[in-house]
């Protein structure tokens, strides 16, 4: 489902928020049985109020060790008047994270960029996946690869990310509630057992990679109900071919105020998850150093199926994969790389360092 980040505040911290203006822009609401087709859908939707591109990974490093990553493009049409006529009115802002989780440092490490869409330094277009952010890319190429390069403060990526397997529409075909409300709800399509090679700098050093990734995909108006503070959630990929996305989201009472999911299994055949059948069990917690939160770093996704209930017991690679946001503006949460027998994916745990709100 995925931040997923609060953007209100990063327009702030921009010093890009802008009153509240009338008429405010008519956002159209997610409804069922929108037609998905594709490119089309890969790129972007700019009447919605948000939109992201989320990849998540494992990595092959050269010495046999894994290590994690991911990059995320979002968009954002903030609310000011459709009417203004300047050219420098933020009519969409473009947002852009990258993270890399190595055991071997033991934390950690991100960098992010920021902009207003036009005047040649940001854009989402629509059609296709194509997005240009200062000096982060992402785009799909003719032959249907998925390639993004970000040369952030700390270290580079340069990947590309081939598809074994169809697209996985999640929810009832890609309406996705996240509440109680049927306007609660996104549009949310997975691209799980993306194939990934390309390159990683650390240190000054480049390093070829091979690995796995999973592309989650959302666009919504109205994302999480008022009284949500944060959610779980998990995208696993396993080794026979099978992907299991499952999340819930929480209330102030720590109890979830909806749940879902999708599990597609080795031969090809979906199974939708309902609210009934998703339940987060908390087995272990990490307290952060930093921001003092409790994150249950340790933890099964129960989920239900017509054969059962089975127990996905998710181990992180180590626990120190909190991204402590409050120096820029960010929110505090944890997303890290974690393993399953027979799988290996990512966990994302926010709202625990305080609630996160979209």
């Known amino acids: 489902m995925k931040t997923r980040l609060a953007l209100t ?80 009115a933020p009519r969409q802002i473009i947002f852009a994270h990258a ?72 929810g009832d075909r890609g309406y996705s509630r996240k509440g109680p409300r049927p306007e609660q709800a996104s549009y949310y399509y997975s691209m799980p057992q993306l194939a990934v090679v390309g390159s990683v700098v650390r240190d000054g050093k480049r390093a070829a990679m091979t690995g796995r990734a999973w592309l989650d995909r959302e666009w919504s108006s109205s994302y999480l109900p008022p009284d949500a503070v944060g959610w779980d959630w998990t995208g696993i990929n396993f080794d026979d071919g099978a992907a299991l996305m499952a999340f819930q989201v929480r209330g102030r009472d720590g109890q979830a105020v909806h749940a879902g999911g999708t599990l597609r299994r080795a031969d090809g055949t979906q199974l939708l998850l309902a609210p009934e059948d998703v339940r987060f069990v908390p087995r272990r917690r990490w307290h952060s150093p930093q921001t003092g939160a409790a994150y249950p770093v340790e933890a099964d996704f129960e989920i239900r199926l017509p054969e059962g209930t089975r127990r996905i017991r998710l181990t992180p690679l180590f626990d120190a994969q909190e991204l402590d946001g409050r120096a820029t503006g960010m929110p505090s949460y944890w997303e890290g790389l974690v393993s399953t027998p027979g799988g290996r994916g990512y966990l994302e745990l926010t709202g625990y360092a305080g609630s996160l709100g979209l």
């Open 9 to 88: 505040m990063l327009l702030l911290a921009a010093g890009w928020a802008v009153p509240v203006a009338s008429p405010q822009p008519a956002y159209p609401v997610v409804t069922p049985g929108a037609e998905f087709r594709f490119p089309r859908d890969h790129g972007a939707h700019p009447d919605y109020r948000t939109e992201w591109w989320y990849f998540t990974g494992w990595l092959d490093a050269p010495d046999g060790r894994p290590i994690g990553f991911q990059i995320t493009f979002f968009r954002s049409r903030p609310g000011i008047d459709p009417a203004n006529p300047s050219a420098f």
């Open 99 to 170: 993270a890399l989780s190595d055991p071997a440092r033991g934390r950690l490490i991100h960098d992010q960029r920021i902009a207003r869409q036009g005047l040649g330094i940001a854009e989402a277009y629509e059609g296709d996946a194509r997005i240009a952010l200062l000096d982060w890319r992402f785009d799909r190429r003719a032959e249907g690869v998925f390639h993004v390069t970000a040369r952030a403060r700390d270290f580079a990526l340069d990947l590309s990310f081939t598809p074994t397997q169809p697209v996985m529409l999640n």
